[in-house]
């Protein structure tokens, strides 16, 4: 198999290289994470306005209609670059999937144009103090009030939702039905009376998500996605494409990591062989991590949903990660003179967290990948 890009792949990260060249800021890397700054704004729109952003989605939705070996492509230059990510990840990655595959035709023309612009930003409410990993145990409550539903409740670490518009919230629509079949999926209006936003600050000493409070918030009928009682499975399409389609950015993250571990060790001239075979297995990993994200390509292609091998992506670059900051740190010996490698360490903390936990996406591949049988 060639794995090498085709001509027209070759033309398009040319394209995309130029495009950065051209467009990034000066310092406006991702290095010092995210900053919710006007120039992350100016960049999201930029990207929106040279296609870039929704490079997959069907045209008729103002989509590139591109093929995702196209969109990987993409992200993989951005990653390369260190560009900051486009402000509206969740609106690009799970709103707006969902959207084209739930919404109505009214939701569809409302919403999606202005996800593209980066003019709407949008935020994902499905973590509560009490339902994490088990989103089944939601209990905001999403009642059915006739011409309208009224919600009220608690969820925690969204990310965005102090600079959000609009929040996808799966909720408790309806309390006396089983399990999977209570939950409802609904559009909120961040700006509607009885939100409100308040910002936590992670370990990094960013607040880059928040607590979000619910108190008698209306919210029109036609904001529903889906069935009520059928959030379940709408929110089945939103978590399936947030671990799907990230593999080519976070292994292009990866790369750049290594590559500046490497550099760092040959500054440093490391001799430990210890620490020299932890170098190469960072190597191997990132390689191996390459290989599974064209598989998982591959079945994106056919089949147009992302399968559960994007878990295993996201699973292995998490630790990966994670294992090859803490290595830089230790070759660094005094860490609180790189901002950089601090930074990344503290901030991957998260990434075992934040779209599934490891063992979550342990789980995920024992079974669905590898077919063992359920847990429960
Ligand atoms: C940086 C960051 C950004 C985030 N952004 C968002 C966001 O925008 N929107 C949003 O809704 N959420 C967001 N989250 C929340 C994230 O999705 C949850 O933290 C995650 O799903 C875990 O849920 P929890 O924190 O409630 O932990 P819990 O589910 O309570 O888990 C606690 C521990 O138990 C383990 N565990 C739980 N269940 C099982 C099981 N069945 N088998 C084995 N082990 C298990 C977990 O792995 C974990 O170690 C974010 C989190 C982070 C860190």
Redesign the pocket.
């Known amino acids: 198999m060639d794995l090498r890009d085709t001509p027209e792949e070759a033309a398009l990260r040319a394209e995309i290289r130029e495009f950065v060249a051209r467009n990034l800021p000066e310092g406006a890397t991702r290095r010092g994470g995210r900053r919710f700054e006007d120039a992350d704004r100016e960049w999201s729109r930029k990207l929106g306005e040279a296609g870039y952003a929704g490079l997959t989605w069907p045209e008729e939705y103002g989509g590139g209609g591109a093929p995702y070996s196209h969109q990987a492509i993409v992200l993989e230059e951005l990653a390369r670059a260190e560009a900051p990510a486009h402000l509206g990840v ?1 609106g690009l990655g799970m709103a707006g999937p969902t959207i084209i595959a739930w919404g109505t035709p009214e939701q569809k023309a409302r919403y999606l144009a202005k996800i593209l612009s980066a003019e709407e930003i949008w ?5 509560e103090p009490d ?4 989103l089944a145990a939601a209990r905001t409550r999403i009642d059915d009030r006739g011409d309208h539903f009224l919600v009220n409740g608690q ?7 102090h600079i959000a518009d609009f929040c996808i919230l799966v909720g408790l629509g309806v309390p006396d039905a089983p399990r999977y079949r209570n939950l409802t999926y609904v559009i909120v209006d961040m700006h509607s009376p009885g939100v409100e936003v308040r910002p936590l600050v ?1 370990m990094t000493g960013q607040a ?2 928040n607590e979000i409070f619910f108190t008698d918030v209306r919210v029109p009928k036609e904001n529903l996605l889906g069935e009520i009682g059928g959030g379940w499975q709408v929110a089945m399409t939103t978590l399936l494409h947030e671990r799907g389609t990230l593999g080519f950015a976070l292994s292009a993250t990866l790369d750049v990591a290594v590559r500046k571990l490497v550099a760092l060790a040959k500054e440093r001239n490391v001799f430990d062989p210890i620490l020299r075979d932890r170098i190469a297995r960072a190597w191997i990993e990132l390689q191996a991590l390459r290989y599974t994200n064209y598989r998982s390509l591959a079945t994106l292609t056919r089949t147009g949903v992302p399968g559960p091998e994007g878990s295993a992506s996201k699973l292995v670059w998490s630790e990966a990660n994670q294992r090859v900051t803490k290595l830089a740190l230790e070759i660094l010996g005094a860490p609180e003179t790189d901002e950089y490698w601090r930074y990344q360490q503290l901030r991957s903390r ?2 075992t ?8 996406l342990r ?1 995920i591949v024992a079974e669905r990948v590898l077919g063992l049988p359920r ?2």
């Open positions: 969740i935020c994902q409410g499905f973590s339902a994490g990993s088990d969820k925690v670490w969204s990310s965005f939702a992670q880059e998500f998260g990434n967290i934040e779209a599934g936990t490891s063992e979550i789980s847990s429960r």
